[in-house]
């Protein structure tokens, strides 16, 4: 179970051990707070196998007031570190794709 509770550098030392089928990136937002909105953004990968559960980690990217594009980009950089290994990789969703919501 500790592979769960490792940042990015604890997932692809895994993976590099015990190769996966294929790893799916997406983000996430964690958002809350009374008396200022606050919110964190997380970088979500996972590492899918066919014969068992995947292994996931979190990596935070920014905050309330972060730049998207940059966050993207930090993103871009770790998924560079991720095809050195020859594992096929799928990114679902980037910090960007939530930046052009609007409140209504």
């Known amino acids: ?12 030392e895994q993976v590099s051990k015990n190769k996966p089928t294929k790893i799916e990136i997406t983000t996430d937002i964690q958002e ?9 953004y997380f970088g979500v990968f996972k590492g899918i196998y066919e014969d068992r559960k995947p292994i996931i980690a979190h990596k935070k990217y920014g905050g309330t007031l972060t730049n998207h594009a940059e ?8 998924i560079k570190k991720l095809q ?3 594992i096929p990789i799928f990114k679902t969703k ?3 794709d939530d930046s052009d919501k609007t409140n209504n």
């Not at 179970?1 to 604890?10: A, C, E, R, T, V």
């Not at 809350?32 to 964190?40: I, K, L, N």
């Not at 966050?71 to 770790?78: R, S, V």
């Open 1 to 12: 179970m500790g592979i769960f509770n490792k940042g990015l550098d604890g997932f692809i």
């Open 94 to 96: 980037g910090f960007q």
């Open 32 to 40: 809350g707070g009374d008396a200022h909105y606050v919110c964190e």
């Open 84 to 86: 050195e290994l020859d």
């Open 71 to 78: 966050m993207d980009e930090a993103m871009d950089q770790d």
